[in-house]
């Protein structure tokens, strides 16, 4: 079994800053580094790391040729990254004193997926493989109806959350990954439980896994008429940069839902992967190996 992730890539540009800029303030950064990173490129990794054979579709533009070559020392297949005219995309992101952060995205290179390209990655693909998507590339309501009709198992992590999402039919996915901000702008309630019972409610088929911060997480995966109910403790760090604590849980989580893990174990393993990153700097460089994780 492997996994198709058709995301994007970013460049990072990260500056440690005492509070996040405020309306009309000028703040002096403390330092800027420059990380690889995006939403795709993040979860990508982090599923390489966790043991899954992955393979990542997007595009990059002229500045991305470093991108790619972190995909491949991952181990990651790059053979679907198709290389455009266009600024590659990039990030701009703030990491204040308590690890928080907050981030200006422009998708430059992330935003020109075709329907030609969306065809010619798809068709090595088969039913039953996985794909992951997030909302940091164009053409995402195309891309889910090809990969439906194929009758693969899709994953999507609606983030950064927008309009366009509702152009989307959440009836053809498996896995809808959200943090509690995400889950409240699709249901409208704050109360993890209420965002479940509202997408239940509207999409009966639909497993939901909603991640909470220090507050844990919690998982929802339908079995004909029944709901199987997970929630894990977050575990306690000190935490410096919390910047690709989603993209590691969600890497490791569908990682072990591929390998035939107990949900349980799944998110417990998310949940440990994710505490180890966010004690360290950076997007794809904090994400740890299955051997740090140790589980």
Not at 56 to 80: N, P, T
Not at 192 to 199: C, G, I, N, R, S
Request: aromatic content about 6%; charged content about 20%.
């Amino acid at each position: 079994m492997r996994v198709l992730n058709f995301g994007s890539l970013n460049l990072d540009y990260v500056y440690q800053v005492d509070h996040f800029v405020r309306p009309g303030e000028t703040l002096s950064a403390a330092s800027r580094v420059i990380k690889f990173g995006g939403k795709g490129l993040n979860q990508s990794v982090a599923l390489s790391r966790a043991g899954a054979n992955v393979s990542h579709a997007g595009c990059i533009g002229a500045e991305g040729a470093g991108l790619k070559a972190l995909l491949e020392q991952e181990g990651v297949d790059v053979s679907m990254l198709m290389t455009v005219d266009e600024m590659q995309g990039h990030t701009v992101i703030q990491v204040n004193r308590d690890g928080e952060n907050c981030i200006l995205l422009y998708g430059g290179s992330n935003q020109c997926v075709t329907e030609k390209q969306i065809a010619d990655t798809l068709a090595g693909c088969a039913a039953g493989d996985w794909l992951v998507l997030q909302n940091e590339i164009n053409n995402l309501p195309a891309i889910v109806d090809a990969a439906f009709e194929k009758g693969m198992v899709i994953a999507l992590n609606p983030s950064p959350y927008d309009a366009k999402l509702e152009e989307v039919d959440f009836g053809k996915l498996s896995w809808l990954l959200v943090n509690e901000v995400e889950a409240g702008q699709i249901s409208g309630s704050d109360d993890p439980e209420a965002a479940w019972t509202w997408l239940h409610a509207r999409y009966p088929r639909l497993n939901v896994l909603i991640t909470l911060g220090g507050a844990g997480s919690a998982a929802y995966r339908v079995d004909g008429d029944s709901v199987e109910t997970v929630t894990q403790e977050a575990f306690r760090v000190r935490a410096v940069d919390t910047t690709a604590a989603g993209d590691t849980y969600t890497g490791y989580f569908i990682a072990g839902l591929m390998a035939g893990m107990p949900l349980k174990d799944c998110m417990r393993r998310a949940s440990k992967a994710s505490s180890i990153s966010v004690t360290r700097l950076g997007a794809a460089g904090s994400i740890p190996t299955l051997s740090e994780v140790g589980e």
